[in-house]
């Protein structure tokens, strides 16, 4: 069913020890996150496709495939090609309920697509198209703001020393000082919405 991998298995201690030290959650809410992951993935292993399946039920008037491939990469953070348990449970920690700053690095890796440390034009333009399809034509108005030209305005705010590529801490502390800007580029749809 889109869940792949080797033979879904007990959660050590380990994992939920490592798990309650790296998230919000407690040792109840690990295990019940849990139970939900393996009745999904019987496998221990969440495929991409499936991700996608879900994610897109979320947007039903949009295609929310290519934003879903940015999404898995930046939560497969072994490269895997699937997203198991305890890099589930991260993800969801830093999308839910990570604090702003912890949600901005999590976005900076989204928007890093080649993994080279920054942000340049290209990246960010790729990102900005795959939120608009996602959100499709319930965020469309007559004056839609191309993403290239969202891009512009983007860097004009934040490359700081106009090298042309934006650095983590340009991203984070330009997104930190815009709350616009913080809240469209860490896909917040009700900001994109109101933007376009």
């Excluded at 959660?11 to 939920?16: C, F, R, T």
């Excluded at 993800?91 to 900076?108: D, Q």
């Excluded at 080649?114 to 004056?143: C, K, L, P, V």
Aim: glycine share 8%; hydrophobic share 30%; aromatic share 10%.
């Amino acid at each position: 069913m889109g869940c792949g991998g080797s033979k879904s298995k007990k959660l050590s201690e380990e994992e939920v020890t490592f798990l309650i030290n790296n998230t919000c959650f407690t040792r109840e809410q690990i295990k019940h996150w849990y139970k939900g992951f393996v009745r999904d993935c019987p496998e221990g292993q969440l495929s991409q496709k499936k991700f996608l399946e879900v994610y897109s039920e979320f947007f039903p008037s949009g295609n929310a495939t290519e934003f879903c491939e940015h999404v898995f990469r930046t939560f497969d953070t072994d490269k895997g090609g699937t997203i198991d348990f305890p890099e589930f449970l991260l993800a969801i920690n830093i999308t839910s309920s990570g604090n702003p700053e912890e949600k901005l690095n999590w976005a900076f890796s989204m928007y890093d697509i080649d993994g080279n440390g920054t942000i340049d034009q290209d990246e960010m333009i790729r990102i900005i198209s795959a939120i608009y399809n996602m959100i499709g034509s319930e965020g469309q108005t007559r004056d839609t703001v191309t993403p290239k030209e969202r891009t512009k305005e983007i860097f004009s705010k934040m490359d700081e020393n106009n090298d042309g590529v934006l650095s983590k801490k340009e991203f984070v502390e330009g997104c930190m000082n815009d709350q616009f800007l913080c809240q469209m580029l860490t896909a917040d749809t009700s900001a994109v919405n109101n933007a376009q």
